[in-house]
């Protein structure tokens, strides 16, 4: 996947073929997305249904997958 830094965390989310990755990156692809992105198991990015707001306002260096009660759980 196209980005302009670094991905410093990944973490599998629930659903199988998709994953959440945090780092120094402010884009993915021509999408913005402050230090935190959800792509698929092919590396395309996974927009639909994942809102990160105005992401974060530094690295994003570790990343747990979405359990029951937490934001991003299925």
């Known amino acids: ?25 402010t884009k993915i692809g021509t999408a ?3 230090g935190i992105a959800r792509i698929n198991a092919d590396l395309t990015l996974a927009s639909s249904g994942f809102t990160v707001g105005s992401g974060f ?9 979405p359990s029951a009660g937490r934001p991003g759980a299925s």
């Open 1 to 25: 996947v196209e980005h302009n830094g670094s991905i410093l965390a990944i973490a599998r989310s629930s659903v199988a073929t998709q994953y959440y990755i945090g780092g120094t990156f």
């Open 32 to 34: 913005s997305y402050s």
């Open 57 to 65: 306002d530094g690295p994003v260096r570790a990343s747990l997958p």
